[in-house]
C-alpha cells in the first residue's frame, strides 16, 4: 500500500501547503473532539474513541508537513525535537508547578516560538536544496539584461 506524499517526511513544502495542512488539521481535531463530546452521554468514556485516532492522525500529518516545512528551509527534521518535542515535554514537567515551572516556561516559550515562526514564516531556500526541488519551482531564469551585463 502506497502512503499519500502529504504523509511521507521526505521531500520539501512551501508555506502555503503548512498552513493548508494546519487549517485542515485543526478542523479535523475539532470536529472530532465535537463528535466525541455528543457521543459521551449514549457511549461513555468510549466516545473517546474517535477522537483518538483522529488526534494521533493529526499529530503524524503535522510532524510531516512540519519535516518537510524544514527541509525547505535546508534544515534536517531532527530539529523538531527542540522546536515542537521538547517544549511540549518541558510543559509535561512543569504541570508539577512550583519554581520549576518558571525555569521550563522559561525555556519551553522560547523554543516553541523558534518553530513556530521557523516553520510557519520564513521562506524556504530558492531552488533546489539536499532535500529536492523547490516547492516553488525553479527560480527565476537569469534575465537577458543581467546576462549582459558580466561580458
Aim: glycine share 8%.
Amino acid at each position: 500500500m502506497a502512503v499519500p506524499g502529504w504523509a511521507l517526511f521526505d521531500g520539501r513544502s512551501g508555506r502555503l501547503s503548512y498552513w493548508r495542512m494546519a487549517i485542515r488539521l485543526t478542523i479535523l481535531v475539532v470536529a472530532a473532539l465535537a463528535i466525541s463530546i455528543m457521543l459521551q452521554p449514549y457511549l461513555g468514556r468510549a466516545a473517546f474513541a474517535v477522537f483518538v485516532p483522529a488526534l494521533a492522525a493529526a499529530l503524524w500529518l503535522n510532524l510531516a508537513v512540519s519535516a518537510r516545512r524544514l527541509h525547505d528551509r535546508d534544515r534536517s527534521a531532527w530539529m523538531l525535537l527542540p522546536m515542537l518535542v521538547l517544549p511540549e515535554l518541558l510543559g509535561l514537567m512543569a504541570q508539577a508547578g512550583g519554581r520549576a515551572l518558571e525555569v521550563l516556561l522559561f525555556i519551553a516559550v522560547p523554543l516553541a516560538l523558534w518553530g513556530f515562526v521557523e516553520i510557519g514564516f520564513l521562506r524556504g531556500t530558492s531552488g533546489a536544496n539536499r532535500f529536492g526541488p523547490d516547492p516553488l519551482g525553479d527560480p527565476l531564469p537569469e534575465t537577458p539584461l543581467a546576462a549582459s551585463s558580466d561580458a
